[in-house]
């Protein structure tokens, strides 16, 4: 039913029925200035499993909500998690939004900031700005695939964090590479321990005031099917001393290795001088073609020229709109969200294998039949 006529309430009131509950933590991050409002939001919530089902859409629902309400600019890219913490239906979703639009509306403090740091071992690349006392960071493999992180590496990096000094963590999967497939726990130890340089450079790092802009870019020109959720693009750009970095967000389900590296490039020539390019993870893109993925990564269809002309366009938005901002950071709970949970997602899987094999055992013999009745008719009428 959800996937001919789009209707997300049957598959939904099962997923609820097999659900656990759990409490959802949201980073809220926010910068003010004197025109505007800038929020980086990330809920402890992964957007699955696909289409309009679950959370699928909750980056751009939640952008969205944080917009009409404030104003500004508003981002929601992906946390440390996986499809386990997956939102049993959107009624959960609206729960998520409702609390962080209630939590979100406090008051921008902190005037100082770090540079954007980037430290790299040759397989992990994590990204770092501290703001007062609150370290924002960003992890990826790129060029090799980047997905979905457990939270345990978010647990240890935290602690690492609050070893050095401060206060508050907010961790980010940049999930801006796929490329075939990576040892997972190799992965883990190089970005945990990339983490630990970034943090250590961080905290020692000269502070000073910095600029904010913000811009979101809407390409009517690319679709779902293409492998772009409604959010579109947003870059916020912040401005530290004489350097100018870049934080690309793009409303889609990861993107081709080496995209992520010609985009950074663009942005040089804008005089940016470091930054990282994030994707949402959104499911909303799932599920919506035939191929071996269900989905278009970004940049597997989209013309890369097209593409990070748009991400220019909203870089030149940002830059535009840069002035001097106030930090702003707090973690909030939402109790009693249903997610899928890490045991019934084995089940579904399980499930689904299941049915799988008995639609090939059923509909593959129906076919051949049907297929058979179709040449003697042809060969007789």
Same mark, same amino acid.
């Given at each position: 039913m959800n996937w001919v006529a789009d209707l997300n309430a049957p598959i939904e009131s099962f997923l609820e029925r097999l659900s656990e509950q759990y409490n959802v933590e949201v980073s809220i991050i926010r910068f003010d200035s004197s025109k505007s409002k800038v929020f980086i939001v990330v809920p402890s919530v992964h957007p699955g499993p696909f289409k309009n089902v679950g959370s699928s859409l909750l980056p751009f629902m939640l952008k969205k909500a944080l917009e009409q309400k404030f104003g500004g600019v508003a981002c929601v890219p992906l946390g440390l998690l996986g499809h386990e913490l997956d939102a049993a239906s959107q009624s959960q979703v609206q729960k998520i939004i409702a609390g962080t639009l209630q939590s979100a509306d406090f008051t921008a403090k902190e005037v100082k900031a770090t540079?954007? +740091?980037?430290a790299s071992n040759g397989l992990a690349t994590v990204c770092c700005q501290v703001f007062g006392k609150t370290a924002l960071?960003?992890?990826?493999?790129?060029?090799k695939t980047t997905e979905d992180f457990p939270q345990e590496l978010g647990d240890a990096v935290r602690k690492e964090a609050v070893k050095l000094g401060l206060e508050s963590c907010v961790t980010i999967n940049a999930?801006?590479?796929?490329?075939? +497939?990576?040892?997972?726990?190799?992965?883990?130890d190089a970005l945990k321990n990339a983490a630990v340089n970034c943090l250590k450079e961080g905290v020692s790092a000269r502070v000073t005031s910095f600029k904010v802009g913000a811009a979101t870019v809407l390409p009517k020109e690319f679709s779902v099917e293409d492998g772009m959720g409604s959010g579109g693009i947003t870059v916020l750009a912040v401005e530290t001393g004489s350097q100018k970095a870049a934080y690309v967000i793009v409303d889609g389900n990861n993107m081709v290795s080496s995209l992520r590296e010609k985009i950074l490039d663009a942005l040089k020539l804008l005089g940016f001088v470091d930054g990282e390019v994030f994707t949402t993870d959104t499911h909303a893109v799932n599920a919506v073609i035939f191929n071996e993925r269900g989905y278009h990564p970004v940049g597997e269809v989209i013309n890369h020229e097209k593409l990070i002309g748009y991400i220019v366009e909203a870089a030149k938005g940002a830059l535009a709109s840069m002035e001097?901002?106030?930090?702003?950071?707090?973690?909030?709970?939402?109790?009693g969200v249903k997610?899928?949970?890490r045991k019934p997602l084995e089940k579904l899987c399980m499930l689904t294998d299941n049915v799988i094999q008995a639609a090939r055992r059923i509909i593959f013999p129906l076919f051949g039949a049907a297929f058979l009745v179709l040449m003697l008719i042809s060969l007789y009428v």
């Open positions: 540079p954007f +740091i980037k960071i960003s992890f990826s493999l790129a060029p999930h801006n590479s796929i490329n075939g +497939i990576v040892d997972m726990q190799t992965a883990l001097p901002a106030k930090f702003g950071y707090r973690s909030i709970l939402i109790s997610v899928i949970g």
